[in-house]
C-alpha cells in the first residue's frame, strides 16, 4: 500500500500562480508513472500531466505552457507548479502514483483550487 499526501491548494486571483506538492509513502525511483488530475464540478477526471520515472512529461492540452510537473529525488517529493491560472482551472487536485504502468496505482485525498476571475 502506498500513501499519496497533496497539500498547496488554496484561493487565488486568474494570473495568478499556486505551487502543488504530492508527499508519496513510496520511494520516487519506484514510482513508474507520477500523475497530477484535476475533476471540477459535474465534470469528469482528467490528466492534468504526469513524469514518468525515465523523465518523460505529459501535459494536457488545456495546460501546456502554463504548469510545470517536477520531481525532487532529494525530497521524495513531486510537485505541480501552476502559473497564469483561470478560473476554468478550478477543481480538486489529486497526485497518483502508479507503480507499474497499469492498475497498481494509488490517489490521494485531493486538494481544492479556486482561481476567482
Known amino acids: 500500500q502506498v500513501q499519496v499526501v497533496e497539500s498547496g491548494g488554496g484561493l487565488v486571483q486568474a494570473g495568478g500562480s499556486l505551487r502543488l506538492s504530492c508527499a508519496p509513502s513510496k520511494n520516487v525511483f519506484d514510482i513508474k508513472i507520477m500523475g497530477w488530475y484535476r475533476q471540477a464540478p459535474g465534470k469528469q477526471r482528467e490528466a492534468v500531466a504526469t513524469?514518468?520515472?525515465?523523465?518523460?512529461?505529459n501535459y494536457g492540452d488545456s495546460v501546456k505552457g502554463r504548469f510545470i510537473i517536477s520531481r525532487d529525488n532529494y525530497k521524495n517529493m513531486f510537485y505541480l507548479q501552476m502559473n497564469s491560472l483561470k478560473p476554468e482551472d478550478t477543481a480538486v487536485y489529486y497526485c497518483?502514483?502508479?507503480?507499474?504502468?497499469?492498475?497498481?496505482?494509488?490517489w490521494g485525498q485531493g486538494t481544492q483550487v479556486t482561481v476567482s476571475s
Open positions: 497518483n502514483a502508479n507503480l507499474d504502468g497499469g492498475w497498481d496505482d494509488y
Open positions: 513524469l514518468t520515472s525515465g523523465g518523460v512529461v
